[in-house]
Structure formats: structure tokens, C-alpha cells
């Protein structure tokens, strides 16, 4: 052992795979460090609407203990976590992947030896340890200090709702990738990127929780993948599913998880083909 | 003046036609803007599935405002986008191209852009405003329909020259990337909403610091006839405008003499 190798530890340990994401993951946390102010007001454009909602639901519960089964309380720590969940996988995650795409530096995605899927994780869990880092400071100051939000229900439910949380994170990635690849057929990411803010809003139960929605919208978001991002983590977040339910909450989770980072693969090679004949 | 419009017209449809080459990219744009919108309405409409009214306005009277601030920001959208470019262009130095052209340079920020696809948000804004007014039970008025066109109007003014000013920030922080012109443009949302739910300091912002509320809540409130309004608020979104459109041209004129250039 020569006093050069112990001093480049990091440097071997790169030759494992599992590292070489998280060195893909120590990139964009460096460049996503850089444009910090940004992403302040990135996350910072967000809480507006828990503002909006937070008046709208105050004046609502004038007089009335509960609405849908969720008490004031609740409605307040609903509305301020679910848009901290919300922030996590931010803008600047879909818009990487689309500039990539773009720009044509896809390519060298392309000729490393990783699967592109998973360094795309690996980038976007760079982006969210930035991005989740002001989320959280959003949420905790606006949670704590103006609103005042509850703690979660239980030790379990605690441990549900991060273990929700987790997987949730994962299939976010997963849909704002999907979308991004149709950036190889169009020009226009930003169309894409309001498009699936939007629906993501509705369907993960950011902008109103399930329980409320209309009978009809309710079915779409309960059965769809999306409400796993935000809806599912806040349920056991308050207490509102155990047991058995949980369970089955979190076994959809997994089933779309693992769907949608089939798709996932298929599509990107899929799109890879589009690539090919476009050069050739 | 009418040189001017006329030229405004004239370059609006060069960039219209370089736009209309993308035509799936016309319709992407489309859709997501006024996907964007829907947000708020589903949100509105599952709302008032368990209350029944807000602050003393009803689902309809609601969407007014709503379809008010919608159609205002759809026709600005389509006809003033060109002020988002000004920090690309600050930054990458194309913007002394503007200053050489014998046109006036606001004009040509206003028209380097052309979002066809604002027409999305204008019609979807007014069919809600349509629709909001014919359940609403409006005691109509003479004046009833110039005080809505007009308040249009106004916000569409309101609404372009709020987004001027906040990207003339280029001129002084030229960092391309701030997302502080976004955030003030979304705070539009609040005026999406009777001014009454919220607390005292948003009101205040709302109505005399970005006066999103003058374009949509007070003449609103005239011509629904929620609670009293005195008749004055008729001209609110006229105060609005002039006040926001001069403050532009002041600060435009200031921003102009501190440009220097990217030069190496």
C-alpha cells in the first residue's frame, strides 16, 4: 500500500456501479448548489398557492368541525405538506432531462456504460437534495411558525409516510422522465412541463386531497399511479389508513413503480431509435 | 401612432408565421396552458361540492374573476410574451440589435416573441367568464358589459407591464436564470379569488402594490353587486393600467441608459 493509494480512497471506490451514480448524484447536487437563489424561488413560486389555499380552507371551516372527514387541523397540514412533497422533484429535474434531449448532450448518456433510467434517478436525487433542502425549509418555517401544523399521527405512521415518501420520489422521477422523452418528437418542453404540473397537481391530490374530489375525478386519481406521490404519503402522514389498507397503499405504490420503470426502459429505447434514424 | 401599430401588427405576424412552421408545438403549448388554468377550477369546482358559498360569492360569481384574470393574461400572453425574452437577450447581447433598428425598442421587445397559444388561455378565460356571468344573476346595466370589456382590456395592459418591469431586472442583475419575474407574474393567482378571505397584508399587496384585485375583484364586485361598491371602482382597472403602463416606461427609460452592452 503507497501513501498515493490511501490517500485517493474515493477514487477505487468509483469502480463499484453502485457508485458511479452517486458520483452522477454528487455532479448535479454541485450544479444545482450553483443556481440555489433560483431554485429559492422555484420552490418559494409553489407556496403561493399553500398561501391561497390556506385562506380558502379558513374561510370554509368557519363553523364547521370537518369537511370529508378532515378537520381543520389536518386540512392546514395537508395543504403545506403535500406542496412540500410536491417541490421535491422541482422544475429544474424535468428541465434538465429536456435540455439534455435538446441540446443533443443526450449522447453522451448515451455511450456511457450505465443504464440511462437509473442515471437519471441518480441526477434527479442531485437536484432534490437541493430542491427538497428549500422545500423543506418552506415547509417547516411556513408549517410551524404561520400555520402550524400537526405532528404525524403515530411512530408507524411516521415510518409509513417516509417509506411512501421514498417510493413516491422514485415514481415522480419516473413520470417526469417518461414526459421528458417525448421531447425527442417535439420541440416544445415547455408545453410538456405545464402539462404535467398541471395533472400532476389534481391527480397526486396536491392542489385538493382525494376524499373531497368528485366521485368520478376520485376513481381516476385513486386508480392512476400519481396520487403515490403526494396523496398516499399524507394519508398515513395523518393517520387516515393502517393496517391492511396500508398495505394495499403501498403495494399499488410498488406495482407502479415497477410498471412504470418497465415503461421506462422500453420507451427510452424506443426514443433511442428515434435518435438513430434522425443522425443516420 | 398608427405607424406604430401598424408595425407592431406587422412584426406580430412574422412571428406568428415562424411560429405557425411548429404546429404540434402550437397545440402542446396550447394544452398545457390551459391545463395549467384547470388546476384552479378543479380545484374551485371540488370546493364548492362540500361549501356553499366563499366569503359571501358563489361557484359562479367566482368564476367571473376567475375567467376576468384568465383572458386578460391570455391576450397578454399572446401579444406582449416578447417582454420574457429581454433577459435572454440582455444576456447574450442580441439586444443591441434592438437598440441600432430606427423602431422603438419597447415595441420590439413586445413583438420578439410571438405565443399563439395565449389564445388557449383568452378563450378558455372567457367562456368561464360567460358562463360565470349567466349564473350569477347579474342586475344588468348599460354599463354592465363596457366595464367587463374594459376591465379586460386593462388587465391585459396590467398584466404585460407588470411582467416588463419584473424582467427589466436583466438591465441591473443580468443573471438569465431568476425565477423572481415567474414568481410575481403567478401572483396573479390571489386576484383569482374574492379579496375578502384573505388577510389584511395580502389585500393590500394585491390591491395597491401588484393591483392584480383592481383588474378583477373591484369591478367585479360592481357589476355582480356582491355587497356595496361605490361607482368610482368602475374605473379601478383604468388606475391600474395607467399607473403600471407609466411606471414601465419610467423604469424602461432608466434601464435603457444603464444598458451597457455584453462587450468582451
Not at chain 1, 422544475?91 to 448532450?105: C, K, P
Not at chain 2, 383604468?238 to 455584453?262: D, E, K, P, T
Request: hydrophobic content about 55%; charged content about 10%.
Amino acid at each position: 500500500m503507497t501513501a498515493i493509494g490511501s490517500n485517493t480512497p474515493a477514487w477505487r471506490g468509483r469502480t463499484t456501479p453502485g457508485s458511479k451514480y452517486l458520483s452522477l448524484a454528487r455532479t448535479t447536487l454541485q450544479q444545482a448548489i450553483a443556481y440555489r437563489i433560483t431554485t429559492f424561488f422555484n420552490v418559494g413560486l409553489t407556496f403561493i398557492w399553500v398561501i391561497i389555499l390556506y385562506y380558502l380552507w379558513r374561510a370554509a371551516y368557519s363553523g364547521r368541525a370537518s369537511i370529508a372527514g378532515l378537520s381543520w387541523d389536518q386540512m392546514r397540514t395537508y395543504v403545506v405538506i403535500a406542496y412540500g412533497i410536491n417541490a421535491l422533484v422541482g422544475w429544474r429535474t424535468g428541465t434538465a432531462m429536456m435540455a439534455a434531449i435538446r441540446t443533443g448532450d443526450v449522447v453522451f448518456e448515451m455511450v456511457r456504460p450505465l443504464n440511462y433510467c437509473t442515471t437519471q434517478l441518480a441526477r434527479a436525487l442531485g437536484f432534490t437534495v437541493v430542491e427538497g433542502g428549500i422545500s423543506m425549509i418552506f415547509t417547516l418555517v411556513i408549517g410551524l411558525v404561520f400555520l402550524h401544523i400537526q405532528a404525524p399521527a403515530t411512530v408507524a405512521s411516521a415510518l409509513l409516510f417516509v417509506l411512501a415518501l421514498i417510493i413516491g420520489f422514485l415514481t415522480k422521477v419516473l413520470v417526469v422522465f417518461l414526459v421528458s422523452l417525448l421531447t425527442f418528437w417535439t420541440l416544445n418542453g415547455m408545453g410538456l412541463m405545464w402539462s404535467q404540473q398541471a395533472i400532476m397537481q389534481i391527480l397526486s391530490g396536491t392542489i385538493v386531497p382525494l376524499a373531497l374530489m368528485p366521485g368520478w375525478l376520485q376513481f381516476i386519481a385513486k386508480v392512476l399511479p400519481l396520487r403515490g406521490i403526494v396523496s398516499t404519503p399524507l394519508e398515513f402522514y395523518l393517520g387516515k389508513s393502517g393496517g391492511w389498507d396500508a398495505v394495499g397503499l403501498i403495494g399499488l405504490q410498488a406495482i407502479w413503480l415497477v410498471a412504470l420503470w418497465i415503461v421506462a426502459n422500453l420507451a427510452w429505447k424506443r426514443a433511442f431509435r428515434v435518435v438513430e434514424i434522425q443522425g443516420g | 401612432m398608427v405607424r406604430l401599430l401598424r408595425i407592431f401588427f406587422r412584426l406580430q405576424l412574422v412571428q406568428l408565421r415562424s411560429a405557425l412552421e411548429y404546429r404540434a408545438d402550437f397545440w402542446i403549448a396550447a394544452v398545457g396552458a390551459i391545463l395549467q388554468q384547470l388546476v384552479s377550477i378543479v380545484f374551485l369546482l371540488t370546493f364548492f361540492g362540500h361549501v356553499t358559498s366563499l366569503g359571501g360569492w358563489s361557484l359562479w360569481q367566482i368564476l367571473v374573476l376567475q375567467g376576468l384574470v384568465m383572458a386578460a393574461d391570455g391576450i397578454r400572453e399572446m401579444f406582449a410574451d416578447g417582454v420574457w425574452k429581454l433577459r435572454a437577450d440582455v444576456n447574450d447581447g442580441s439586444f443591441d440589435r434592438v437598440l441600432v433598428r430606427p423602431i422603438p425598442p419597447a415595441l420590439q421587445q413586445f413583438t420578439a416573441l410571438a405565443s399563439i397559444h395565449g389564445i388557449g388561455n383568452t378563450s378558455l378565460g372567457l367562456v368561464v367568464l360567460v358562463l360565470g356571468l349567466a349564473r350569477s344573476d347579474v342586475g344588468w346595466t348599460w354599463w354592465s358589459v363596457p366595464v367587463l370589456v374594459l376591465t379586460i382590456l386593462c388587465g391585459t395592459v396590467l398584466t404585460a407591464s407588470i411582467s416588463f418591469l419584473t424582467n427589466m431586472i436583466a438591465f441591473w442583475e443580468p443573471s438569465a436564470q431568476s425565477a423572481f419575474p415567474t414568481l410575481v407574474a403567478l401572483m396573479r393567482d390571489f386576484a383569482k379569488f374574492p379579496l375578502d378571505v384573505y388577510g389584511a397584508g395580502i389585500r393590500i399587496v394585491i390591491t395597491v402594490i401588484l393591483p392584480y384585485g383592481l383588474i378583477s375583484y373591484y369591478p367585479s364586485r360592481l357589476v355582480l353587486g356582491v355587497g356595496d361598491s361605490p361607482g368610482w371602482w368602475a374605473t379601478t382597472p383604468l388606475i391600474a393600467a395607467g399607473a403600471s403602463a407609466l411606471a414601465a416606461s419610467i423604469v424602461w427609460r432608466r434601464g435603457l441608459n444603464h444598458y451597457q452592452g455584453v462587450g468582451n
